[in-house]
């Protein structure tokens, strides 16, 4: 068997090589089309990081029997092409739930307390600067998506005295439903369940003072904060985002932060990564960047690296994988590990 990870970001494949003891194991560092299409010609199971996994490139995948995408997004791959080809395509939900959920935290402390201009003020030989800083507790926090990611958030900040969170959430009712059956158990915080309150996106925004984005990027949400929402939005409202930089309207959100319609942002995610050197966000005094790492700790990455090793395995052995995301007609295992 050969195993091709197409993009490794982390300069080490210890957890891999120990999944894939006796199978040839290529690393490669794919970033177009065309590297895909040569790195993986004879590859049985392919880990993807951030490549670009197009219907092009799936076409040429003649032994490829799954795909497995290390992170819970997916977007980078091509399904349908996927699944009309018989190869799966798993991801590792789950892994990085409290990372993500402590980095919104952090990213929502630093623009609402203004911390890095502070700091680069004070290091310039500034003093006594004053700047426009709002109070948190009695406000009102939107949180949009109530997954593992959002839910691990709404618990974090349950001890900033928040005078309401909003959630919008397709799901929304059904999981706050379930957090006052929890509430009742003592399985949420005293109270939690009490001030939080399901409703739509368009009345969150509405209402909100601060809103962190944890939804996934699908087509309901692609630019989802686009100038028609941000219009509609609270003069100085805060805005986190460490879910998929599609679901923001870059141009959109640059020009608030401009005119002070958005008070601050606090950005891990990007439409384009890296952010290119005229990048607006990159000159604006009132947001916060971060370099997508709002998955990372030590022990996160070690985590992903060996599911999603095991999830390329599971395949490989025959077996259907827990984690897939779509559904194709298998192809026939040839030999094994």
């Known amino acids: 068997m050969t195993i091709v990870i197409t993009d490794d970001r982390f300069g080490w494949v210890d957890e891999e090589r120990r999944v894939f003891a006796g199978a040839e194991l290529v690393t490669a560092d794919c970033h177009t089309e065309e590297d895909l299409i040569g790195a ?37 791959v091509d399904l349908r092409a996927a699944e009309a080809a018989g190869i799966w395509v798993t991801n590792v939900p789950g892994y990085c739930t409290e990372e993500v959920a402590e980095h919104a935290l952090g990213l929502l402390l630093a623009c609402v307390r203004a911390i890095p201009g502070k700091d680069r003020a004070v290091r310039a030989g500034g003093w006594n600067i004053n700047r426009p800083i709002r109070r948190m507790s009695g406000g009102t926090l939107g949180i949009v998506g109530f997954g593992a990611a959002g839910r691990a958030f709404w618990e974090k900040v349950q001890g900033f005295a928040f005078g309401r969170i909003l959630i919008a959430d397709p799901q929304g009712e059904a999981k706050l439903a379930a957090v006052k059956r929890e509430a009742v158990s003592g399985g949420t915080p005293p109270g939690a369940a009490l001030l939080t309150e399901a409703v739509s996106f368009e009345e969150l925004i509405l209402r909100s003072d601060f809103i962190s ?26 805005i986190i985002n460490t879910a998929r930089g599609g679901i923001v309207d870059e141009e959109a959100l640059a020009e608030a932060l401009k005119n002070g319609r958005v008070g601050a942002a606090g950005l891990d995610v990007f439409e384009g990564e890296p952010l290119p050197p005229a990048h607006p966000f990159l000159s604006l005094p009132n947001v916060t960047l971060t370099d997508h790492s709002a998955y990372y700790s030590a022990e996160s990455v070690s985590e992903l690296k060996t599911r999603a090793a095991l999830n390329a395995l599971e395949v ?22």
Request: aromatic share 2%.
């Open 40 to 76: 993986c010609a004879g590859a049985d199971g392919i880990l993807l990081n951030q490549a670009p996994m197009t219907g092009r490139v799936i076409q040429t995948l003649d032994r490829c029997r799954v795909i497995s995408r290390y992170g819970t997004g997916y977007d980078n």
């Open 213 to 238: 984005l944890h939804a996934p990027l699908n087509e309901s949400t692609r630019r989802l904060v686009n100038r028609e929402a941000i219009a509609k939005m609270k003069a100085g409202v805060i």
């Open 316 to 337: 490989l052995e025959g077996r259907v994988p827990e984690t897939a995301v779509n559904r194709p007609r298998p192809r026939p295992l040839e030999g094994g590990i």
